[in-house]
């Protein structure tokens, strides 16, 4: 549900509180990197720092999940 609030806020053009549950989506253990990258509700936070550094701490969370699963 918080992503879902985070992909409308970043629609809406509120980036601060797109971004601020986008990490909690993450630290909540919602971190699927691609789906990060190529949601098009998200095309809006691309150009933000916080945005590029969410989607490296996803990564990271991503990464040994996938090694581990797949």
Do not use: N, W
């Amino acid at each position: 549900m918080l992503y879902k609030m985070a992909q409308a806020y970043a629609t809406l053009g509120d980036a601060a509180s797109a971004l601020r549950l986008l990490r909690e989506t993450i630290d909540h253990g919602f971190y699927c990197h691609a789906c990060f990258v190529r949601d098009p509700l998200m095309t809006s936070l691309h150009g933000e720092h916080e945005y590029a550094e969410l989607l490296d701490l996803a990564h990271d969370s991503h990464e040994p999940f996938k090694r581990q699963y797949f």
